[in-house]
């Protein structure tokens, strides 16, 4: 026999000092790695995936979960993560499957990136004492307007008066420019749904629902979501598309380019079933390409079916994976009638994706979005559509500096878990999460209060908003759309030639 | 006369000749919203105009189209019947929740692409991955029936719902050993039958040959009956079609992607 086992990863450990054998933490752990034995609590360390539940649930502080110190012989090459996924591989003949986003140490172009500020000549705004202007519109601008003047008699006199002749498309209003992720009702537990939808409410911002229908608990909430329609077509009817604020045509995700989805039958509860419209338990597998899609011409025609099912009143986006020739490709989604390209990079989250694909497939989202506005720029279209950025956006910060890149919004995902409770484990996919944010088991969905989440997640886009607002003063602009596409208030710091050249900014210094 | 004094209109006649797909639609829109108890609505002179029927939920309706429509015809339906005396382009029924497109002539590429409910009768053939990621929900059941044959991956992905090839030409004469390849690729749910046999070779990833029984031939005769009476297919063939031997595709398993995946939990 060929041992194929590997030391456990973490270390859970309960200083017997300090437990009350009060069984918190088995009960809390969903994994399975604890067990009460006689008068001690027994622990299995290979379960553990470090979602910290139970040290933060622990009344007595007894538990720490160290990383496994037994020593695997360093290789610079063959590292412990390559060896574990060959063994784990040789055994199972398996695709590998990961969770949440990139784990790889590849660069994150932001963490290069610096702002401006002003200094004595065009003084800085302080924006709690004066307004500073956040509000964005999403969708279609016309490329010029159009007046026609009106003879009114007004006191006797002839007053000619100008009326607008231009037909302006619908557009999204935010009060700030960002948005919540779409993670579908599915890969996510109803109440974290509940939570997000009523956060962006709140915040006078929207949520995306992802591919799994619209549950009608979120009814209430539904102008202030963006439903999509993916490969799957799953949940999608006129009544779906007549209901959300916007529509998402999802082509690609960060994490995974290329590929579909796969929700696997375990998942598909009673009521995933009614969202979804599919059959409890039975898979729901996203193809990898739209079947009614194989040019940006079909793209177009299904933008264009979308706006005759919903008589042209809502307006459409698309969404990409950011890959190499995202910039011709977003140029073609501008030119299709599409009101938004969203543009989602490399390191964004998934619940689910393949490891091979997770680590290595697509590009960072800074660079795409250089990429995109540049394009966009040269064909003369930038400012009839918007963009939107996504993937791996961890603060304010990143907000900022993907709108000074050339973004019009964000969508934030995986931070927005983070203020429900996640922990960023990365075990989405076994739909046992201990938070009750990835996962449909009853028990598990209860621990996630739907009134505190909204809170934390409302908070979370309140902070960065007010944090937006102070970057926007020191640099003495009063209003975001002064910043989109602002690349002269970054600059590089450690970052080549080629690489100032493909986001389109000086380095320091200069 | 209804309560008003008005006529009531049911029957309204639109010329879509030289008309853009928008200005039509809209105008499909606006006589429906103009007359509630509308039954009927006859479109001529279609050249190409797409997204004929999009979202209408409209129940009772009936849009006949003289000419060729373009593509998505019918997609998000949920209700009307629309009969097309001509061919269609690509995706008919795309989407489609409930009602049914009767097409007197080809159904393009992926006719039927992602149907919920309702059901598509094309008198000829379809194109490529026709019937592909249908799927079957509570009390909607997708059906799509082909007089003809139909092109490679038939039914990929299906989910649900039901695909009928009756290998026929538009005399109701025997066509031959169907040549599609790849059929069912990805099947997990619902069931194709075929006139004639089909090889294992013929059949796609996750799909499987299945024994075609009496309670088979039971199930697709209401569908058969109703094709004859549509295209005016006499009884002699009608019994035929019925008395044929049928091959039935269904899935291998319900989990055809089950085991591809191993948890990266370390």
Known sequence: MIPSTVPPKYKVEINSNRCMLCERCVRECSWGVYRRDRNKIVTYSNRCGACQRCVAMCPRDAITVNKNATCWRDHPLWTREVREDIINQSRTGCILLSGMGNAKELPTYFDNIVLDACQVTNPSIDPLREPMELRTYIGKKPKKLEFEYIEEEIDGKKIKKAKLKTNI?????????????HMSYGALSLNSHLAMAKAAKECGTFMGTGEGGLHRALYPYANHTITQIASGRFGVNEDYLMRGAAIEIK???????????????????AEVSMTRMIPEGSDAISPAPHHDIYSIEDLAQLVRSLKEATRWKIPVFVKIAAVHNVAAIANGIATSDADAVVIDGFKGGTGAAPKVFRDNVGIPIELAIAAVDERLREEGVRNEVSIIASGGIRNSADVFKSIALGADAVYI??????????????R????????????QKPELVNRLDV???ANRVANLIKAWTLEIKELLGAAGINSIESLRGNRDRLRGIGLNDVELEALGIKHAGF | MNNNGEEEIREVIIDAKDMEYRELNEKIHEVINKNPNLKKIILKNVLGQRFIGNGIEKKDLTIEIHGVP?????????????????????APGNTMDDGTIIIHGNG??????????????????????????????MDKFPVLIIGGTAKDFLGEYMAGGLILVLNIDSEGNDLGKIKGKMIGTGIHGGAIYIRGDIDNSQLGVAADIKEFTEEDREKIKTYIEEFCSIFNLGDEIKKKLIESQYTKIAPISKRPFGRLYTQDLR
């Open chain 2, 70 to 90: 373009g593509g998505d015809l019918g997609m998000f339906m949920s209700g009307p019947t629309i009969i097309v005396y001509g061919n269609t382009d690509h």
């Open chain 1, 428 to 439: 989405c996919y076994t739909g046992q999460c201990a938070w009750g944010i990835a996962t």
């Open chain 1, 251 to 269: 082509i690609g995700q960060g994490s995974k380019p290329g590929i579909g989805g796969h929700l696997p039958g375990e998942k598909v509860s």
């Open chain 1, 413 to 426: 995902g995986t931070a927005v878990m983070v203020a429900l409770g996640c922990r960023v484990c990365g």
């Open chain 1, 169 to 181: 498309a619908p557009n999204l209003k935010l009060e700030t420019p960002i948005m919540i992720a």
């Open chain 2, 108 to 137: 393009g590429d992926v006719t039927g692409h992602s149907m919920r409910g309702g059901r598509i009768f094309v008198r000829d053939n379809v194109g490529y991955r026709s019937g592909i990621h249908m799927k079957e929900y």
């Open chain 1, 451 to 453: 009134e505190e989440g």
